[in-house]
């Protein structure tokens, strides 16, 4: 609706988490800066920009923009979407050995993109679906993508080095617990449960709102008393910093000065 835009994230400015609203975001210089984008899974509030940005960089990269992602998601995306039906085939245009878009399945586990470590972790959502956490010199920040309430991910995330920020999803309020457990999505409720699995103290930052529950569902995060807890909106920036996560909650604006700052603090309660 207007105001909201689907998911995407943005780590400095050449790798990207999910493409839902990365074209919308983005101006096409800074869309052609991006060398690689992570795809949670194949719904199309996280993947729907990667045909605009498609279109955005033709003739502006010399190399694909690399799209990562398990294999049964890279196939999805191949057949129902690159798929000359719904969108062109830019994994083919301008030619196959030199085109816009470049899917590269890979494999629960680690492996590293340009200057990054990112740990691909499997979690709970109704379809074929990955949690990323992505390290770089001196930083470390998880993704959790869409998912309901999940084990392996909390086992991965409680073994790294070291965890700075997490972003993670809540999707409806707790009156709509239901359809949230057979969509596999969270809640207030089960963000609580979920993140006492978490060994850790870190910022947390949520997203996925449901649009049309927005302010219920960001009384209810409240509610539960965790200092660290932030809901983000459109645009905001968050820096790690030697272990300190500030928020930076101005609209994005390419060109403006440096927003005004708050330090999210890493205790859970
Ligand atoms: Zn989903
Ligand atoms: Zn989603």
Redesign the pocket.
């Known amino acids: 609706m207007p105001g909201c835009r ?2 995407a994230f943005r780590i400095d400015d050449c790798l990207a988490v999910d493409a ?1 609203g990365i074209a919308s975001a983005l101006p096409i210089d800074e869309q052609a800066r991006l060398d690689h984008i992570l795809i949670t ?1 194949a ?1 199309l ?2 993947i729907k920009d990667l045909a605009f940005i498609s279109e955005s960089v033709l003739g502006r990269r010399e190399e694909p923009i690399c799209v990562h992602s398990a294999p049964g998601i890279i196939a999805a995306l191949k057949s129902h979407f690159f798929n000359n039906v719904i969108w062109p085939d830019f994994t083919a245009i301008p030619t196959h050995s030199a085109p816009v878009i470049r899917l590269k399945s890979i494999n629960p586990g680690d492996f590293r993109v340009g200057a990054y470590l990112v740990r691909a972790i499997p979690v709970t959502h109704t379809t074929d679906a990955l949690g990323f956490a992505v390290s770089a010199t001196g930083a470390t920040v998880a993704f959790t ?2 998912t309901g309430p999940t084990a392996l991910l909390w086992e991965e995330l409680n073994r790294l080095e070291r965890l700075d920020a997490l972003f993670i ?1 809540v ?1 409806f309020p707790n009156s709509l617990q239901r359809i949230a457990d057979i969509s596999q ?1 969270l809640t207030a409720k089960t963000l609580d449960t979920e993140l006492d699995k978490l060994n850790r103290d870190c910022a947390v930052f949520i997203y ?1 709102l449901k649009p049309a529950f927005l302010a219920v569902i960001e009384g209810e995060i409240g509610e539960l008393g965790r200092p660290n807890l932030r809901v983000l909106k459109n645009g905001d920036v968050v820096c790690v910093d030697d272990g300190v996560a500030t928020l930076r909650t101005r609209p994005y604006e390419p060109t403006s000065a440096v927003p005004s700052s708050t330090v999210v603090p890493p205790q859970s309660a």
Request: aromatic share 0%.
């Open positions: 689907a998911t839902g899974h719904h509030d996280h993508g869409d999803e999707s999505h996925h």
